[in-house]
Every structure is written in structure tokens, then in C-alpha cells.
């Protein structure tokens, strides 16, 4: 309960009291349901049921009565038809009102077994009722004779034994109904009693909780006014030296925003140099960038030339090849050349032959006389045509030694000039090559040291833009600290002003406290 609120305590009384109320309404609803449930099954269940059978039993009567009234008055016809009719209506009605009864679905604890024999024998006695009432409907004097031994052996016992039955039941649903009463009537003195007894309870405990907790709460007032009145005292107490410590601040604070305006500015100047340093090592940067790309371009170009040297090289090898294939060339014309003087001579050798044939010929011819002019003539043309075959052959063996010495002398001197180029050649790419290959390595070590002083010059930038970035950061800081000064300052002038409204408010506070214990106590300080 000390850790509760008074609030929390004011929502538990009222919480207990409703509850009270709520246990007394609870066990009334719960006494007069049960009371009502015991009286509307008295109404709906047992009153019915006690008229369904009596109304039953009535017709059991008009039934019986109607039999014997049949027997004793045998003369009338249209009597014993009315009774006939009188006998199937009343058992008609009965069927409706024992299906009625049977229909409710409520039987008590014993009931049925109280009216399974009317169940049972109905149906027996139905059938001879109907069966008795039609042979009394046909004026036989045996019949009625018959019906007179049958009434008084069988149908009158089971009409009296069925009508006993049925007033067992009725006298069952008698005593249910009396027992219910009784019932209600108990649970009635009950719920009085209950409900007695639990609101002299809520009452004692009512007022024993009223009682303990208003002197508690007294208690916890009382003790609260004189810590307030505590507390008071020392909150004035506080709001007098935060008055003193209020007026130190505001001067110390006046002389630090002095000492960070020079700060700020000082600070501001040594940014605008960073920022100036910066520049210069980007504009450094970018020239030591345009270096960079002209040396690679430069790179770029002497190996270009070296490889263009290095092709010329590989030219004049091909060249020299094919120089040489050509050479081979004419050695194998001038090899043929040589074949065809060779056949040249074959030639002539052939021709002396022929003229040495044509001459045999003309001797023949002669010795022939006249039988040989004919043969001698054409040995003559034979030996003309040897002779300038001959001199044919030898044109064209002086012809085709001729053109062996020229090519000879062309190949000899084609080749001397051809590998006096070459050479000449060689040396010169070999000089270029060897100049290239200088130039290429003094450019290499010229974009090694450009690329080394970009790196240098991006180091720089980059350690100037955090310089920058961490002046920026220092100004900004700054400011915001002067800010923050001049803010403290406006808040230690309103802290102050503060602390003696908190002074004057506290001593309004003593009153209240003063008040709230004479209040609690009765007593007036």
C-alpha cells in the first residue's frame, strides 16, 4: 500500500465498494435465477403436464362410462352410433394429449419409469375399446353378453389398472411440483440470508478500510507537508547561490566571447591561406598532369618508331630474300640458255651429218645417171638446207653465249650494289635503333619521375582539402561556440532572473505548506 499512489488508492476503494455491490447483485441474480427456474418449470412443465393427464384421465372416464352405457342400451341405434363416435373421438383426443405429454422432453428423475405402463398398455386397451364398442354397435345379445364377461374379467381390471397408472404420474408430477416450491421457498431464505450476511460484511469492511485508510492518508499528508516545508527552505537557499553563481557566469562568459571573436578571426585568415595553398597545389597538379600525358605521348611515339625501325629492318631482309630469289631466277634462265646452246650443238652435229648424207646422196646420184638427176637434185636442196641450218645454229650459239656473259655480269654487279645498300642500310637502322632506344628510356625515367611528383602533388592536394575541410570544421566550431556564448550568456541572465522568481515562488510554496499542515493537524502554527 506505501508504494501506491493516492489516486491508485482512491481507484482501490472505489473498486472494493463496487465489488461489494457487485458480489451482493451477483449472488441475488444467482438466488432469484435459481428461484425463477424452479417456478417456470412448475409453470411450463409441471401444471401442464398435471392437466395433460388429468384431462386424460377424464377421457379414460368418458370412455369406460360410454362402454357401459352401450351395453345397458341396446335398443337405440342412433345412441349407440353417437357413442361409437363418442369412443373414437375421446380416443382420438387422448392419442393427441399423450403425444403432448410425450412431446414436453422433460420428464423429472423417475417419471419415466412412473409412466412406461401407460406407454405400454395403451395400445392394448385402445384395441379393445374399439373392438367392445363395435360389437355393442351390432345390438348382438350374445355380443353384449360377451362384452359383460369380457368387461368384467379383462377390460374392467385393465381401465382400472390403466387409470391407476395414470394417476401415479399425475401424483408424480403433484410431488414434483411441491418439491420445487419447497426448493424456491429454501433458496429464497438462502439468498436472503446471503445476501444479509455479505452487506454486513461489505459495511464492516467498509468502514475498517475507511477508517485505515484515512489515517494513513492523514499520515502520509502530514509527513509530506513538513518535507515540503523542507525542501522549501532549501530551495531557497539553492536560488540564492544560483543568483551568485548566475552573475560570475555571465561575466566570464562576456570575456570568453571577446577571446573567441579574436579566435574566429585569426582563424579565418589562416583559412584563407589554406585555401590559397590549395589552389597553387591544384593548379600544380593539373601542369604536372598535361607533363605526365605529354611524356607518354612522347613514349608513345619513339615506340612507334622503333617499331616502324624494326619493320624497315625486317623490309630489307625480305628485300635482300627476294633479291636473291631473283638471282637464283636468272641463274636457272641463264642455266637454260646454257641447255639450248647445248641443244645448238646437237644441232650442228646433225647438220654435218645431213650434209654429209646429202653429199653420199649426190655421189650416189651421179653414179645413178639419168635416174639419179631427180634424187641428185633433192640431195643438193638437202645439203642448202643443212648448211643454213648450220649458220642458223651458230648465230644462235654466239647469240645465246653472249647473253650468258650479260647475265653474268648483271647478276655480279645487281648483287654488289644490292648488299653495298643493305649494309649501308643496316647501319644506319642500327644507329636509329640504338638512338631510339636511348630516347625511349630517358622518356621512361621522365614519366616515372612526373608520375612520382603528380603522386606527390595529389598527396598534397588531398592532405590541403583536409586542412581545409578541418579549418572549415574548426570555424564552423567556433562560431557555433560563439553562438553557444552568446546563448549561455542570454541563459545565465535568465537563469538568474529565474532563481529569484524560484525564490519568490518557493516562499509561496512555505505558505501552501503551512496551510496543508494546519489543514492535516487541526492546529494553527
Not at 119 to 124: G, I, L, P, T
Not at 155 to 182: C, I, R, T, W
Not at 268 to 288: A, C, F, G, P
Not at 307 to 322: A, F, K, T, V
Request: proline fraction near 1%; hydrophobic fraction near 35%.
Amino acid at each position: 500500500m506505501k508504494k501506491f499512489s493516492l489516486r491508485r488508492k482512491l481507484i482501490l476503494a472505489f473498486c472494493l465498494l463496487s465489488s461489494l455491490l457487485f458480489i451482493v447483485g451477483a449472488v441475488s441474480f444467482y438466488f432469484e435465477s435459481k428461484i425463477i427456474k424452479n417456478y417456470d418449470h412448475i409453470v411450463n412443465v409441471n401444471l401442464p403436464n398435471a392437466v395433460t393427464l388429468g384431462d386424460m384421465n377424464q377421457d379414460l372416464s368418458v370412455i369406460s362410462k360410454t362402454l357401459l352405457e352401450m351395453s345397458m342400451n341396446q335398443s337405440n341405434d342412433a345412441f349407440l352410433t353417437e357413442s361409437k363416435e363418442m369412443i373414437l373421438i375421446k380416443i382420438e383426443n387422448f392419442e393427441n394429449l399423450k403425444k403432448q405429454y410425450e412431446d414436453m422432453k422433460s420428464f423429472a428423475v423417475g417419471e419415466e419409469e412412473v409412466y412406461a405402463p401407460v406407454k405400454e398398455n395403451w395400445e392394448q386397451l385402445k384395441t379393445k375399446v374399439i373392438e367392445q364398442s363395435t360389437h355393442l354397435q351390432e345390438k348382438n345379445p350374445e355380443m353384449v353378453k360377451a362384452f359383460q364377461e369380457e368387461y368384467t374379467k379383462n377390460l374392467g381390471p385393465l381401465l382400472k389398472d390403466f387409470s391407476e397408472n395414470l394417476n401415479f404420474v399425475l401424483d408424480f408430477q403433484k410431488a414434483s411440483s411441491s418439491e420445487n416450491v419447497e426448493q424456491a421457498t429454501s433458496l429464497k431464505t438462502q439468498g436472503q440470508w446471503t445476501v444479509l450476511v455479505t452487506i454486513l460484511f461489505g459495511l464492516i469492511f467498509s468502514l475498517s478500510f475507511g477508517i485505515i485508510f484515512s489515517t494513513r492518508l492523514s499520515n502520509n499528508l502530514r509527513e509530506f507537508a513538513h518535507k515540503l516545508s523542507e525542501i522549501v527552505e532549501k530551495i531557497n537557499g539553492t536560488s540564492e547561490k544560483m543568483a551568485n553563481f548566475s552573475t560570475t557566469l555571465t561575466k566570464n562568459v562576456e570575456v570568453e566571447a571577446v577571446a573567441l571573436e579574436k579566435t574566429s578571426s585569426s582563424t579565418e585568415e589562416l583559412n584563407s591561406m589554406v585555401k590559397r595553398n590549395e589552389d597553387n597545389t591544384v593548379y600544380s597538379q593539373e601542369i604536372s598532369k598535361e607533363s605526365l600525358d605529354t611524356a607518354i605521348e612522347g613514349q608513345k611515339s619513339v615506340e612507334a618508331m622503333i617499331e616502324s625501325m624494326q619493320s624497315i629492318e625486317n623490309s630489307n631482309g625480305e628485300i635482300l630474300s627476294s633479291i636473291e630469289r631473283s638471282n637464283q631466277n636468272i641463274s636457272e634462265i641463264n642455266n637454260f640458255i646454257k641447255s639450248i646452246g647445248e641443244k645448238t650443238q646437237v644441232i650442228n652435229d646433225i647438220v654435218f651429218q645431213t650434209k654429209l648424207l646429202s653429199f653420199n646422196a649426190s655421189v650416189e646420184a651421179a653414179r645413178a645417171g639419168e635416174h639419179g638427176k631427180g634424187f641428185a637434185v633433192v640431195a643438193e636442196e638437202v645439203g642448202n638446207l643443212a648448211e643454213m641450218s648450220g649458220k642458223a645454229a651458230n648465230e644462235i650459239s654466239n647469240m645465246l653465249t653472249e647473253s650468258i656473259a650479260n647475265v653474268e655480269n648483271i647478276i655480279k654487279e645487281s648483287k654488289r650494289e644490292v648488299d653495298e645498300k643493305i649494309s649501308n642500310s643496316k647501319d644506319s637502322l642500327e644507329s636509329g635503333k640504338r638512338r631510339a632506344q636511348t630516347c625511349h628510356e630517358v622518356l621512361e625515367r621522365v614519366v616515372e619521375n612526373v608520375t612520382k611528383m603528380n603522386t606527390i602533388l595529389s598527396e598534397i592536394s588531398h592532405a590541403s582539402k583536409e586542412q581545409s575541410i578541418g579549418l572549415n570544421e574548426i570555424t564552423k566550431a567556433i562560431h557555433d561556440l560563439d553562438t553557444n556564448t552568446h546563448s549561455t550568456t542570454q541563459t545565465a541572465k535568465q537563469t538568474e532572473s529565474s532563481s529569484y522568481s524560484l525564490s519568490s515562488d518557493a516562499h509561496v510554496l512555505q505558505e501552501i505548506a503551512t496551510k496543508l499542515i494546519e489543514n492535516v493537524e487541526g492546529v494553527k502554527h
